[in-house]
């Protein structure tokens, strides 16, 4: 039968244990010198070698031939425990063995001097998932335990362990493991069981991996199934686990940094046809801009961003483009992103979305650095000034136009209901014309946004809401309105014109 990667190539000795050091090298001094505590508590995050160290050094103290404080793996002890066949060495799950009755029988069995061994050994995992029952049925035997009895505690969750438990154990921390240590084991692995794994495959996988051995050697499984006879690649890690490489991160980040929205759009339409999971993605970007960040602000940042030289080459050329301040900004929007995925129905749309955000934040400063047209100067008959409130600066009036002071109501209403809109109508302003709104925004994106009708219907209906008024919309046409009146007669009707100066019936 198959065994699965994570089990077959278990650690069976401490000094296989990858990245854990601080605390093989402690068992390893007291099991040399016999100075063995009688509980111990592995603490730390998933896939790190808590279960594996319990189970080494729970050979190791019954072991006939140990050497230097690690087991032989040859004895006959040593084999009836990696196969399950001496019953002094128990594992317990607490998760589903977390009840009184559970610890009271485990309690009685400790009157039981080691059949085989030198000791019997009671590993429990997940102990942070016994109830306060089992947890003050177990205090007495764990503080004052027989002295064949050790007892193992593993747990991801310390914070939920009683402080009565902490105080009866030895407590080790183990530590997520550096994505180069992974990526040496996987690479050693992958030699032995005969097949090819690229550097970089392998550094992915570490990374995906985040600290966890055993997921590492699980996502190696997964992409060794279907790998081809070249072997396993980068780009094909990527593909088999559903998320981004990192040419699709980069240009991801150019197109916001130029607010290329458009841009954007047809890099998610692409990764959404080859299958990306959009909340991996999130995730994938909001990393790489947290590489960014370190490289603009760590002394050292090759020590702090685990990636390829290839790749930090292009870190460093885009970190230029950017600032520390956007880069904030601009991760504060996607772990925003980041939760509406985990509730949405439909993802694609809500990195599109968060993506528009990030483009739009990017357009607006840009725009609002380019110089501003000219003011019209018109001449001025000799009459009284008039008192009515005058429009902005940034929106240039001629003849009837009026400023439309129910603009920020709808820009506010559109932030909840189309937030897409929301985002490129930003920093806007609009003129009254007859039955015509014109809409002045600086950002590329817009006319194309409008000119879509379900945009447009929205904004129609939104407007009909607040002012109870049919319109039609416009965009705003400055160079135009700026234009001599001299090109129509003075009797022309003012609207008759509006074709003329403005792009209208949107």
């Known amino acids: 039968m198959y065994q699965v ?26 099991l040399a010198t016999g100075r063995l505590g009688h509980a111990y508590l592995f603490t730390g995050p998933r896939g790190t070698g808590k279960t594996s160290c319990a189970r080494i050094l729970a050979k190791a103290v019954n072991c006939v031939t140990p050497e230097g404080g690690e087991p032989c793996n040859k004895c006959e002890l040593c084999r009836g425990i990696d196969n399950g066949s001496v019953l002094d060495v128990i594992e317990i799950d607490a998760a589903s063995n977390n009840g009184v009755d559970n610890i009271r029988d485990l309690r009685d069995e400790t009157n039981f001097t080691p059949s085989q061994g030198t000791y019997r050994v009671y590993i429990i995992d997940e102990v942070h998932m016994l109830s306060a029952g089992a947890f003050n049925a177990l205090l007495k035997t764990l503080e004052e335990p027989p002295s064949y009895v050790i007892f193992i505690l593993a747990t991801t969750e310390v914070h939920k362990l009683p402080a009565t438990v902490l105080s009866r154990c030895q407590r080790f921390d183990f530590h997520r493991i550096h994505a180069e240590d992974i990526a040496g084991r996987l690479l050693h692995v992958a030699k032995q069981e005969g097949f090819l794994l690229e550097a970089d495959a392998a550094m992915l996988i570490a990374r995906v991996a985040d600290g966890a051995m055993r997921d590492a050697l699980s996502l190696l499984d997964r992409c060794r199934v279907e790998a081809s006879e070249d072997g396993i690649t980068a780009e094909y890690v990527a593909k088999c686990l559903g998320m981004a490489d990192r040419r699709y991160l980069f240009e991801l980040t150019d197109a916001a940094l130029s607010g290329d929205i458009a841009g954007c759009l047809e890099i998610i339409h692409r990764l959404y046809q080859d299958a990306c999971d959009m909340e991996r993605l999130c995730e994938e970007l909001l990393r790489h801009l947290r590489n960014l960040l370190v490289l603009l602000t760590v002394k050292t940042p090759r020590d702090f961003i685990v990636v390829t ?14 600032s520390a301040p956007q880069l904030l900004q601009w991760m504060e929007l996607l772990e925003k992103t980041s939760g509406s995925l985990k509730r949405s129905t439909d993802r694609r749309m809500e990195m599109e979305l968060g993506l528009i955000r990030l483009a739009s934040s990017q357009a607006a400063p840009v725009q609002a650095a380019m110089p501003q047209p000219a003011p019209v100067t018109k001449p001025k008959p000799p009459v009284q000034k008039s008192v009515e409130s005058p429009a902005p ?10 400023f439309f002071a129910e603009w ?35 950002n590329p994106a817009f006319p194309a946004f409008i000119k879509q009708n379900i945009h447009a219907s929205g904004l129609k209906e939104m ?20 234009a001599p009146q001299a090109t129509a007669p003075p009797q022309a009707d003012p609207l008759a014109r509006l074709q003329e100066n403005y792009e209208s019936n949107i």
């Open 309 to 322: 030289d290839e790749d930090f080459a292009l870190y460093q050329m885009q970190a230029a483009k950017t």
């Open 463 to 482: 407007i009909y809401q607040i002012t109870d008024r049919k319109v039609r919309l416009g965009i705003f046409r400055p160079s135009d309105a700026a």
């Open 393 to 402: 600066e940034s929106v240039q009036t001629s003849g009837p136009d009026r």
């Open 5 to 30: 990667l994570y089990r077959k190539w278990r650690s069976p000795t401490f000094s296989d244990v990858v990245g854990q050091d601080h605390v093989t090298t402690t068992l390893k001094r007291a």
């Open 408 to 442: 920020d109501e709808v820009l506010q209403r559109l932030q909840n209901e189309n937030p897409a809109l929301a985002g490129i109508l930003a920093g806007s302003s609009a003129v009254s014309r007859g039955d015509f709104i014109l809409i002045k925004c600086e």
